[in-house]
T-cell receptor, first 115, second 110 residues
Framework: TAGITQAPTSQILAAGRSMTLRCTQD?????MYWYRQDLGLGLRLIHY???????GKGEVPDGYSVSRANTDDFPLTLASAVPSQTSVYFC??????????????FGEGSRLTVL | AQSVTQPDIHITVSEGASLELRCNYS??????LFWYVQSPGQGLQLLLK??????LVQGIKGFEAEFKRSQSSFNLRKPSVHWSDAAEYFC????????FGAGTRLTVKP
């Protein structure tokens, strides 16, 4: 069972370049999320989407954008990367709606280094 | 806005000893509370959750947590720690935009 697939696993990026982190889930979950994890700060919510066609801002949305064209995909784009965006990025999903058990299912993470 | 505080950055316990990890939350309504565990290089796995009802909830791997509304706390406990419990533990609050604490790293001494 694939669950959530993130790509790339790891990437080094020059400052000022753009980058899209991909996230695909095969569980037909309504809600999807992007978090960044930094030492001592835990996971911070960047953007989320409760259902296809809608998105919302989390705690740290600046410098990031997302889209949710369909149920399965939730890409995260850095339009012009800066070194402070060096982090490990996790995509997550859950059922949402009346079937919402609350549990988030996480991908394996994407490690991004901006130089 | 909801928020979570985990006061302990790092805890070391001996194998077989009891464990309590602290979590305090701020939430405007009835909280949805969670504990997740992250092993090195891995994503997060749900240990347990509280939505309503019995304030003592049981989870996987022998963990339990108690919701105390008066103290705005949701502490995680385990009566006897195993070496395989060494990991990072995160408390989280919310539903549609879940917020996580900074985490507590657990080291288990042999």
């Amino acid at each position: 069972t694939a669950g959530i697939t993130q790509a790339p696993t790891s990437q080094i990026l020059a400052a000022g370049r753009s980058m899209t982190l991909r996230c695909t889930q095969d569980m037909r979950h309504n809600a999807m999320y992007w978090y960044r994890q930094d030492l001592g700060l835990g996971l911070r919510l960047i953007h989320y989407s409760n259902t296809a066609g809608t998105t919302g801002k989390g705690e740290v949305p600046d410098g990031y954008s997302v889209s949710r064209a369909n149920t399965d995909d939730f890409p995260l784009t850095l339009a012009s990367a800066v070194p402070s965006q060096t982090s490990v990025y996790f995509c997550a999903s859950r059922t949402g709606g009346t079937g919402n058990t609350g549990e988030l299912f996480f991908g394996e993470g994407s490690r991004l280094t901006v130089l | 806005a909801q928020s979570v505080t985990q006061p302990d950055i790092h805890i070391t316990v001996s194998e077989g000893a009891s464990l309590e990890l602290r979590c305090n939350y701020s939430y405007g309504a009835t909280p949805y509370l969670f504990w997740y565990v992250q092993s090195p290089g891995q994503g997060l796995q749900l240990l347990l959750k509280y939505f309503s009802g019995d304030t003592l909830v049981q989870g996987i791997k022998g963990f339990e947590a108690e919701f105390k509304r008066s103290q705005s706390s949701f502490n995680l406990r385990k009566p006897s720690v195993h070496w395989s419990d060494a990991a990072e533990y995160f408390c989280a609050v919310g539903l549609n935009d879940m917020r996580f604490g900074a985490g507590t790293r657990l080291t288990v001494k042999p």
